[in-house]
């Protein structure tokens, strides 16, 4: 049960896209189509951005998108704004009724 | 509106017990997995137990055999009973309510912070 590897920050200007990188294995991330995505604003529960991969929960905007080839999924954020500073964590089912959290990818608006 | 309560964190001493509570509104805790989800002080997301709808239950290796993950439907809430506490366990506790689909966790509670001083 190794976390799923992702890039420690990632930052853009407003209005800019920013993809973050999820890495796993293939009894994860490569496994399922079982990919998640969090966002967490400081001192806050995490939010669920995206599920299965590349879904959106409702409410959600669609300037969130996910995507996933092989043991590595992505989230992409475009046209940045303001509340989107926060740190996101990916998610992925692990087999055997367990899940996996990634290392977490701080992203900051310029 | 779907709302998730925790409550029963707090300082422990390494080697204790202590039962975490998550008490849930606007849905039943027996409708979808419910799972228990911690974050150590400035680290990332941890998943730690689930608990189906039929009731099976399923943990991460780090605490297996020392948490419980149990739900009281006439309560309407759901369970963490943590015993032979160690400092690595100390976090931030999120009890999570899982999507219908798509084995990902939908709601969120705000957290209970547990603390194990050694």
């Keep these: ?110 | 509106e779907v709302q998730l309560v925790e409550s029963g964190g707090g300082l422990i001493q390494s080697g204790g017990s202590l039962r975490l509570s998550c008490a849930a509104s606007g849905f039943t805790v027996t409708s979808n997995y419910m799972s228990w989800v911690r974050q150590a002080p400035g680290k990332g997301l941890e998943w730690v137990s689930v608990i189906y709808i039929g009731g099976s239950t399923y943990y991460a290796d780090s605490v297996k055999g020392r948490f419980t993950i149990s739900r009281d439907n006439s309560k309407n809430t759901l369970y963490l009973h943590m015993n032979s506490l160690r400092d690595e366990d100390t976090a931030v506790y999120y009890c999570a309510k899982g999507t219908n689909s798509g084995l990902a966790f939908e709601y969120w509670g705000q957290g209970t912070l547990v603390t194990v001083a050694s």
Aim: with cysteine; net charge neutral.
């Design chain 1, 1 to 110: 049960q190794s976390a799923l590897t992702q890039p420690p920050s990632a930052s853009g200007s407003p209005g800019q896209s920013v993809t973050i990188s999820c890495t796993g294995t293939s009894s994860d991330v490569g496994g399922y189509n079982y990919v998640s995505w969090y966002q967490q604003h400081p001192g806050k529960a995490p939010k669920l951005m995206i599920y299965e991969v590349n879904k959106r929960p409702s409410g959600v905007p669609d300037r969130f998108s996910g995507s996933k080839s092989g043991n590595t999924a992505s989230l992409t954020v475009s046209g940045l704004q303001a509340e989107d500073e926060a740190d996101y964590y990916c998610s992925a089912y692990a087999g055997r009724n367990t899940w996996v959290f990634g290392t977490g990818t701080r992203v900051t608006v310029l």
